[in-house]
């Protein structure tokens, strides 16, 4: 089944403690982005990948890194985590890097964290 | 800079009802414009996507939407909702994916 996996699903931590929260898609997708939704803010792009070792930030970047060093994942790593970046996180990835304006998103089922 | 506007935070309608929800975009060039869904605990799926040609568009579960370069809109529409409907409904404009605010529908019997 095609799908984009991310893990954990939900995740309490507290300031300071480093984390990732894992991403992985089976459909050799060239394009993977991270957003977080809050409330009345909608989704907001943190990071994004055009391809192996090719990424760059978002719209809100801060206190989050990335990597991508193979096509299927991409990882999410908040080296300290703060409050304010308690919030729900998506993965999603695009066929090829091309279609990044027109192709279709394909979503992960969220990590929701909360920090303490 | 391009960026999106749902004008409803939530939207609430019985079953069988119509319902429209409302979505504008600023853009100085051209736009794809997408309405995606999410149903509770789940991750967004595409509904529909407009990129050119026939402004009004046919997605999944009846919905459609219409794109109307003048008054830069791209309503999400619905003649008759089920409680399954019940989601929260996201506009999203090409440039990065720019997304809307989200809009909640509860579908009531």
């Known amino acids: 089944e095609a799908q984009v996996t991310q893990n954990p699903r939900y995740l309490i931590t507290v300031t300071g403690k480093k984390l990732t929260v894992t991403c992985s898609q089976n459909?050799?997708?060239?394009?993977m982005s991270w957003y977080r939704q809050d409330p009345g803010l909608g989704l907001r792009q943190i990071y994004y990948?055009?391809?192996?070792?090719?990424?760059d930030k978002g719209d809100v970047p801060e206190g989050y890194k990335v990597s991508r060093k193979e096509k299927r994942n991409f990882p999410l790593i908040l080296e300290s985590p703060s409050p304010n970046q308690t919030s729900l996180y998506f993965c999603a990835s695009i066929r090829a890097s091309a279609e990044r304006n027109t192709g279709e998103l394909f979503f992960g089922e969220g990590s929701r964290l909360t920090v303490l | 800079a391009q960026s999106v506007t749902q004008l409803d935070s939530q939207v609430p309608v019985f079953e069988e009802a119509p319902v429209e929800l409302r979505c504008n975009y600023s853009?100085?060039?051209?736009?794809?414009l997408f309405w995606y869904v999410q149903y509770p605990n789940q991750g967004l799926q595409l509904l529909l996507k407009y990129l050119s040609g026939s402004t009004l568009v046919k997605g999944i579960n009846g919905f459609e939407a219409e794109f109307n370069k003048s008054q830069t809109s791209f309503h999400l529409r619905k003649p008759s909702v089920h409680i399954s409907d019940t989601a929260e409904y996201f506009c999203a404009v090409s440039e990065k994916k720019t997304f809307g605010q989200g809009t909640i529908l509860t579908v009531h019997p």
């Open positions: 459909m050799n997708h060239e394009y």
């Open positions: 853009s100085s060039v051209s736009v794809y």
């Open positions: 990948s055009m391809n192996v070792e090719v990424t």
